[in-house]
């Protein structure tokens, strides 16, 4: 876990950091109100972006109107830090609109990481997000 959070940091350093000789303005912070959970957007100076969260079902909307009013068509990098349904609702609503055309980091799908009381089920919520991600493995 410490590693997964220590790669976290230090993608989100490398967002912020992006050239920095070749950008203007700073980097900007969106929290989009979803009710209860959690979803934020970052944009780096050089316009990568990283989503981390989706928020509860629902909320896929919410994002993609932030996204529109910001004129992003897809973000580049998502994270989802725990598989609770208000944590990555909205993020399966994002990733099945086609907004996401990068890389997603989560903690992986070992019956560790599984979170008391939520199913392994290919239906499930969190199995439904980890067959997505697993089905858009772009080859190296």
């Given amino acids: 876990m410490t590693?997964?959070?220590?790669?976290?940091?230090?993608?989100?350093?490398?967002?912020?950091?992006?050239?920095?000789?070749?950008?203007?303005?700073?980097a900007r912070i969106y929290f989009v109100d979803v009710g209860t959970g959690a979803s934020t957007l970052i944009v780096s100076p050089a316009g990568k972006t990283l989503l981390v969260d989706g928020g509860p079902p629902g909320s896929g909307t919410k994002i993609a109107g932030l996204l529109d009013t910001l004129g992003i068509t897809t973000i580049d990098y998502t994270v989802i830090t725990h598989y609770h349904i208000d944590h990555m609702g909205g993020m399966i609503e994002v990733?099945?609109?086609?907004?996401?055309?990068?890389?997603?980091?989560?903690?992986?799908?070992?019956?560790?990481?599984q979170?008391?009381?939520?199913?392994?089920?290919?239906?499930?919520?969190?199995?439904?997000?980890?067959?997505?991600?697993?089905?858009?493995?772009?080859?190296?």
């Avoid at 907004?99 to 560790?112: K, L, P, Q, Y």
């Avoid at 979170?115 to 190296?140: C, D, K, M, Q």
């Fill in 3 to 26: 590693k997964k959070i220590a790669a976290l940091a230090a993608l989100v350093l490398l967002l912020l950091t992006q050239r920095p000789h070749a950008q203007a303005g700073s």
């Fill in 115 to 140: 979170p008391p009381g939520t199913s392994t089920s290919a239906t499930s919520t969190r199995g439904t997000y980890l067959n997505y991600v697993a089905a858009r493995v772009i080859p190296a």
């Fill in 95 to 113: 990733l099945n609109a086609g907004r996401v055309a990068g890389t997603s980091f989560d903690n992986g799908d070992d019956a560790g990481v």
